[in-house]
């Protein structure tokens, strides 16, 4: 019989509507408010955003600086740089791009400030425009430089027959060509209930995989669990499964050579997605000429599994 264990760190509370605790994308899905913030968050921020929101607050942020400055030189007076043509959004435009030349000291030579007063300016501009690219220099190594799994895990679980025992599985693999060095897995299931004052809460309980560790894993990972008598799930039916508010919690570790480090991953999978009766494609194979073949777009292909 399955035993009860402390709480992981997610906390026993609950609620009929809760949702679940880590979201597809490995993220905690917590809501933060009345935290206090920092600057030195904006560092974490920019560090952590995928690649497009990245060079989308980078243009937007040139963009910004360059259109306030060529605000600066307009009041100033457009004179200063080049030759008025009469029309308020040409002079804009010749001061946006005598303010791009500036702040990335390029200096094309046609524009040029005229008089102390936008030499000043423009001598500052130039400072912000050294500060601001060694920041984004700074940033850009941050993002490669950060030790970060980059595991692919398989959309969904699937509940079929296993050695004669319903079994849960899912499956993971490496979205890179290197090969995970002795990747181990942790599982705990979360069941939301109703205790006796009609409270809900939730019951934690460690869920014992076929192998929780590998040496290594260059193609596939098919990861088990059967349902018998040591199983937490052992009491439920199928039917009862696909209606339980569950969600196993998975921490994935390995060694990775990239960064000469261990690094972690977190997922989960809510038992309600469940698929029954089917089984995983299999996602390598052999050419003619003995290579092994590893098709990252099967690594959630399903096929029809009879009960036995």
Same mark, same amino acid.
């Given at each position: ?44 921020? #920019? ?82 425009? #050294? &500060? ?84 290594? &894993? ?14 937490? #799930? ?39 997605? #469940? ?34």
């Amino acid at each position: 019989m399955a035993k009860k264990i402390k709480d992981p760190g997610i906390g026993k509370f609950s609620n009929k509507n809760a949702k679940r605790f880590i979201n597809p994308d490995g993220f905690f899905n917590i809501k933060h408010i009345n935290r206090p913030s920092s600057l030195s968050e904006s560092y974490d921020y #920019l560090i952590g955003i995928s690649w497009w929101k990245f060079f989308l607050w980078v243009v937007l942020g040139y963009i910004l600086i360059n259109s306030l400055f060529a605000l600066v030189y307009l009041y100033l007076g457009i004179s200063g740089i080049v030759e008025p043509t009469g029309s308020v959004f040409r002079d804009f435009l010749n001061a946006f791009f005598f303010s791009a030349q500036t702040i990335t000291t390029v200096g094309y030579g046609a524009m040029s400030p005229n008089g102390l007063l936008f030499g000043i300016v423009s001598s500052f501009e130039a400072l912000i425009g #050294l &500060l601001s690219f060694s920041f984004i220099t700074g940033l850009l190594y941050g993002r490669f430089s950060k030790p970060r799994a980059n595991i692919q895990f398989s959309n969904h679980m699937v509940l079929r027959k296993h050695n004669d025992v319903d079994s849960i599985m899912f499956r993971l693999m490496s979205r890179s060509a290197n090969v995970m060095i002795r990747p181990k897995i942790e599982a705990t299931i979360a069941i939301s209930q109703q205790n006796k004052n009609k409270e809900f809460v939730n019951n934690f309980y460690n869920l014992k995989l076929e192998r929780n560790s590998i040496t290594y &894993l260059p193609t596939t990972w098919t990861v088990v669990h059967a349902i018998n008598e040591s199983s937490p #799930l052992q009491q439920f039916d199928r039917e009862m499964l696909s209606k339980l508010n569950a969600e196993v919690l998975l921490l994935v570790s390995y060694y990775d050579e990239s960064f000469s480090q261990e690094v972690h991953q977190v997922h989960s999978y809510m038992l309600k997605d #469940l698929i029954q009766d089917q089984d995983f494609t299999p996602a390598f194979y052999y050419d003619d000429k003995g290579y092994t073949i590893l098709d990252h777009d099967k690594l959630d292909k399903t096929e029809t599994k009879m009960p036995q």
